[in-house]
């Protein structure tokens, strides 16, 4: 069955310090990749994709992420976080031919420490 | 220009009642997908509505269902409520059918069912 995982339930940072997130796909062809962001109390935003080209893509708020095909993988990364990325982390997958039907990982929630 | 929003934000009903909910996409917008979610199921994908027309729909029972007018708002039904059904409810727009068309999402509606 065509899903997402994300390996990390809770991610504990201080500020300053790197950040990687995990986010696997199961096998199902050609994909569209996303990274959602929830803050506390607010909506789903999107914070970067990848559809086709470099597959190191850069988002908002410094964020990036690294398609790796290889490994079924879209992590992302920020090498600096703030107080202020305290939030949810959501990994998304459309796979081609699902009609849009968007495939959610079940959240990473990062809390960056002051 | 205005984001998605959604009527309303918070409801609480009884098992089996039935509820109606509202949202209207970013003006322009023909498409509107709906999801639900859970602290156990996560994000899931109920349905999706282009020019009003169901398009793809999720796996859940007939009792959820929706519909799209032609100003592109869309509404969502879910009949004989269950202790289940209590979830936070978000709408999501997008400009046309692509995959590749970002997706904006609404707040949220968040249903308690007693």
């Known amino acids: 069955a065509q899903s997402v995982s994300q390996h990390n339930h809770h991610v504990i940072l201080s500020e300053a310090a790197s950040l990687e997130l995990g986010c696997n796909y199961s096998?199902?062809?050609?994909?569209?990749l996303f990274w959602y962001v929830q803050y506390p109390g607010q909506h789903l935003q999107l914070l970067l994709k990848?559809?086709?080209?470099?597959?190191l893509v850069k988002g908002i708020k410094g964020f990036e992420a690294e398609f790796i095909k290889s490994k079924f993988s879209f992590n992302l990364r920020k090498p600096s976080v703030q107080w202020s990325d305290t939030a949810e982390y959501f990994c998304?997958?459309?796979?081609?031919?699902?009609?849009?039907?968007?495939?959610f990982g079940a959240g990473t929630r990062l809390t960056v420490k002051p | 220009k205005a984001g998605v929003t959604q009527t309303p934000r918070y409801l609480i009903k009884t098992r089996g009642q039935q509820v109606t909910l509202s949202c209207s996409p970013i003006?322009?917008?023909?498409?509107v997908s709906w999801y639900q979610q859970t602290p156990g199921q996560g994000l899931q994908f109920l349905f999706e509505?282009?020019?009003?027309?169901?398009?793809n729909k999720g796996n859940f029972p007939g009792r959820f269902s929706g519909r799209q007018f032609s100003n592109s708002r869309s509404e969502m039904n879910v009949s004989t409520l269950e202790l289940g059904d209590s979830a936070l409810y978000l709408c999501?727009?997008?400009?046309?059918?692509?995959?590749?068309?970002?997706?904006?999402f609404g707040p949220g509606t968040r249903l308690t069912v007693l």
């Open positions: 999501a727009s997008r400009n046309g059918q692509a995959s590749t068309d970002t997706q904006y």
């Open positions: 096998y199902g062809g050609t994909v569209n």
């Open positions: 990848y559809f086709s080209g470099d597959p």
């Open positions: 998304a997958v459309i796979y081609e031919h699902s009609n849009n039907d968007m495939r």
């Open positions: 003006s322009g917008h023909r498409s």
């Open positions: 509505y282009f020019s009003e027309t169901q398009r």
